[in-house]
């Protein structure tokens, strides 16, 4: 059940900020909540770039400051190409990766997992969720983690996922790697408004 924070926190940014608020019961609720309530008011210029900005914080789970160094450092490009530099980076965070190949069901747990050491990247024990995981790295479940009850029948729960082409993982072998770099296909954020934002 999603609490009541959250519930407004997507009426406000829309729903694919956190996935409790990708199902129809969401959409139910705030349909009613539209018909019976005021028309919002339109945003201005700045408005609208401080939605999308708090879209991405939200939906990724990052501070403000980490918002600000990934935009600072997409926007060391030399022209065209930066909003898909500042995905990337947003993209290939550690904890995302585990979201993304279907190991958890939101980046919040892939964050905890990621936290409480339960993954090893290129060999090595890794507890940072922020850290930048790069095409032909190789994620490991930790031995000593795969009993957990986080990873039991794996083979049974990805097989309705489907991951991103740029990432692979297999739950016979406990492990996955990094295929390609991300294309930024992702619908939901307008990521050149949040460049437009911190550009102020």
């Given at each position: 059940m999603i609490s009541k924070p959250k519930f407004k926190i997507c009426r406000r940014l829309g729903p694919g900020v956190y996935d409790k608020c990708q199902t129809p019961k969401f959409s139910a609720n705030?349909?009613?909540?539209?018909?019976?309530?005021?028309?919002?008011?339109?945003?201005?210029?700045?408005?609208?770039?401080?939605i999308e900005k708090q879209k991405v914080r939200f939906s990724y789970g990052i501070s403000e400051k980490q918002l600000s160094n990934y935009v600072e450092n997409a926007m060391k490009i030399k022209g065209a190409g930066v909003a898909d530099k500042l995905f990337e980076r947003l993209e290939t965070r550690l904890?995302?990766?585990?979201?993304?190949?279907?190991?958890?069901?939101?980046r919040r747990l892939a964050r905890q997992m990621v936290s409480h050491g339960h993954f090893i990247v290129n060999g090595h024990?890794?507890?940072?969720?922020?850290?930048?995981?790069?095409?032909?790295?190789?994620?490991?479940?930790?031995?000593?983690?795969?009993?957990?009850?986080?990873?039991?029948n794996l083979g049974e729960k990805l097989k309705e996922y489907?991951?991103?082409?740029?990432?692979?993982?297999?739950?016979?072998?406990?492990?996955?790697?990094?295929?390609?770099?991300?294309?930024n296909t992702e619908t939901f954020f307008d990521l050149n408004a949040v460049l437009e934002f911190y550009s102020r």
């Open positions: 705030s349909s009613k909540l539209k018909k019976g309530g005021m028309k919002p008011k339109a945003l201005s210029e700045f408005g609208a770039q401080l904890d995302n990766v585990i979201y993304r190949m279907g190991l958890a069901h939101t024990k890794t507890t940072v969720p922020s850290y930048e995981v790069k095409t032909g790295d190789i994620i490991k479940v930790r031995e000593g983690s795969k009993g957990s009850v986080l990873f039991s489907n991951a991103p082409a740029w990432v692979v993982f297999s739950p016979e072998k406990g492990e996955g790697s990094i295929k390609d770099k991300p294309k």
